[in-house]
């Protein structure tokens, strides 16, 4: 049975707060065995991949092998049925369009003490994306991934995918080509982080890394940090629904089983005003459950973390959503927009009943990689802005440096950095005398 | 005497990559230091801050005494010359107005199918700022850190910064001030970072935490980033200046020296196509090194780190840059906007020979928190951004479900999550029958 909480009980305060600090993950602690793996690949390059495949993918590659070639990719997505291929190039396509929008644009001005100021972004030149293999490797995580970076611009883009006992997911395949991937290897885990950070004979490396990944993806992906860029690390994942009275709730427990069945880690949250709709989503939950195929995996997800809450009211609802800052937030009311300007800290909002998080994670456009585990209070989802970088710039006239040099000089005294001031009185002094 | 290279050397590829891959900081290893560090505070709270600074900062605080009253604040802050005062506040007014263009615009459009999509901006709830105390407690630090936070329209911005032996840095209390600081605490070190990220009595806790420290400090933001965010882990500085025959070789050589004097880890790198020109610069160097206030240090960056390379040309130049990806990059040529096209990798660029380095450090606006240690190659500068977060949005009218939810349907089921199906699947049956 899932949580069940009123805002009216006395000790709620409390018994939210022991909710908002479940820890619903149990991190391994594999550094050691990742920083070997790390070392290995950096010693030994291929070699040790090819090693470290055969152990860890019961899979016998040849150097040569570590690449997908042209021919194998044709014919693996050649297996692709139509219907398929027609839906994940509508995501791609949707995906597409809302991320071209997030080009940010330079900027350069004057202002009037004759300082042309400005910003100029650039992409990243290489990034590599780790797709998991086996159950989770997500085609649409794929394009998630993949089409920001060449939005971006991104030159180079490379992706990992193990195939566990040379088992590949052909769609997985198909949605790397339909990104605009340049390069796909069959190698995983922390030996795949390695070889995209640190490079080897097969695989030169990259500036960015993104994708999810099991515990050692994710440890490796903090040990390679700084020598390139990483995007965030995912956590287990969260829904939180408010809903007014009118909704339907078989949709609204539909929409909780979705979030459910991805990890027994994953957390669902229903937060409505109407006690009678709590208990009949509750028991929509309860019908639908033993039917669906990951019956086991979401069962464990609702009965350990699943949590319902009735508030007074629905700005009370938004209130308690600020302070679970969800991954995702599903507003079904009548009033969905007005209801989402009453909270700040959410990855991803859902207006009304017809936007299920389903759509989401497909093909409605917005990025699928969003903040978790309450992280949306600081960090936003994965956008075109993770493979751009901005340079700043500043020009100043000879004029411009005389007027706000002196303040320079000043400061610079006052922090004991005697170079720095001499570096601009050097010039200002010039400029009185009339010249460099 | 610092590493001359000219890419006419046989062997420079070679030699470039060695200088490339010099390791200019010892990472001391506290990971352990702190860890004891932050669970002290997790666990005792204000207690463990006032025991950890009595240990090691030397001072006895009483309870109330952690945060900086009204009062003392105003006492310190009166201390500061008019002079003094006047340049932080240009300062300030300038980095203020930089930013202040920073603030991204949401979005919203509805596509052809109906559905509403976009973005909203919106702030982190609460920032900490950690200034270090003693050589270090740069005021400058203090503006370009809070001021960013402040445009972002952080509500609680917050500064620890210890105050070995009780000694205060009054300009680091005014410039916190002038950039519209809320609560000031006198603490330093890890403890300093658990207190901002889990809270103590005294501290309520913060959603990000920015600001320069040294190992202990960095170790702590690293351990405590997830629960809260954290901008970069900063490393070594760097500059990088390409100059052409005419410039004025002694300002080169200032230019070169401010960035030595800042830490012995500093490296100071000129480019040029003109032999006599290097030449000149290092002679300049040679005579100003010995009459810095901070000769040693600088001394030692110069001797250890320092590099003069020349090359062919300036787009040689250029493309030797953008594989270093500086920090800071000043071309000192006759027409850098051109010069600056031709480079996509560096934190900050300053252009022409009236633009120093140090100007940027202080006054001319754009931030100084930049990217070190090649990490321009995939990463910005801190700005107003860092404080602020995305919440994607989308809004799916029943027809635009009946659009595009199939193929989220399709895809559902080649991922195996039937429930992600069935969520848009019950929608669209009712979307047939004519209604919810």
Request: proline share 6%; charged share 20%; aromatic share 6%.
């Amino acid at each position: 049975m899932p949580l069940h909480l009123s805002t009216a009980q006395p000790d709620f305060e409390q018994r939210f707060l022991d909710m908002l600090s479940m820890k619903r993950e149990d991190a391994a602690d594999v550094n050691e065995a990742v920083s070997a793996i790390i070392a290995d690949v950096r010693e030994r390059g291929d070699e040790a991949l090819l090693d470290l495949t055969g152990r860890f993918d019961r899979l016998q590659l040849a150097p040569g092998g570590i690449a997908f070639s042209k021919a194998e990719i044709a014919a693996e997505t050649a297996k692709v049925s139509p219907e398929d291929r027609a839906a994940l190039a509508l995501a791609a396509e949707r995906i597409r369009a809302y991320h071209a929008r997030q080009i940010p644009e330079d900027m350069e001005w004057t202002d009037p003490e004759g300082a042309t100021l400005g910003w100029r972004w650039t992409p990243v030149s290489a990034a590599g994306l780790y797709v998991p293999g086996g159950q989770a490797s997500y085609p649409s995580s794929v394009l998630m991934n993949a089409i920001p970076a060449r939005v971006a611009g991104v030159e180079r883009l490379v992706i990992c995918v193990p195939t566990p006992d040379g088992i590949v997911n052909p769609l997985v395949l198909l949605a790397a080509e339909l990104a605009g991937v340049d390069e796909i290897y069959r190698i995983g885990g922390a030996q795949a982080i390695a070889a995209m950070a640190y490079g080897t004979e097969t695989i030169r490396p990259v500036d960015k890394i993104t994708g999810p990944g099991n515990a050692y993806v994710a440890a490796a992906k903090r040990h390679v940090f700084g020598r390139v860029g990483i995007d965030m690390i995912a956590g287990p994942s969260e829904v939180l629904i408010i809903a007014e009275g009118e909704q339907n709730p078989e949709w609204l427990a539909l929409d909780l089983l979705a979030q459910a069945e991805h990890d027994a880690d994953a957390q669902s949250i229903l937060v409505t005003p109407d006690d009678a709709l709590a208990r009949a989503v509750v028991a929509e939950v309860e019908r639908i459950l033993p039917t669906l195929p990951r019956a086991a995996v979401a069962g464990a997800s609702w009965r350990d973390y699943g949590t319902v809450i009735v508030t007074r009211d629905l700005d009370e609802a938004a209130k308690l959503s600020d302070r679970v800052a969800p991954e995702h937030l599903e507003l079904c009311v009548s009033d969905p927009e007005a209801l989402s300007r009453k909270t700040r800290h959410a990855g991803a909002i859902f207006l009304g009943g017809w936007t299920p998080e389903a759509v989401g994670d497909y093909v409605s456009g917005p990025n699928h990689v969003l903040p978790t585990a309450r992280s949306a209070r600081f960090s936003s989802g994965l956008s075109v802005m993770d493979f751009l970088k901005r340079t700043t710039m500043a020009r100043l006239t000879p004029e411009a440096l005389g007027a706000i040099g002196p303040a320079a000089v000043r400061l610079a005294a006052s922090e004991g950095l005697s170079a720095h001031g001499l570096s601009v009185a050097a010039r200002i002094r010039a400029l009185n005398r009339g010249g460099a």
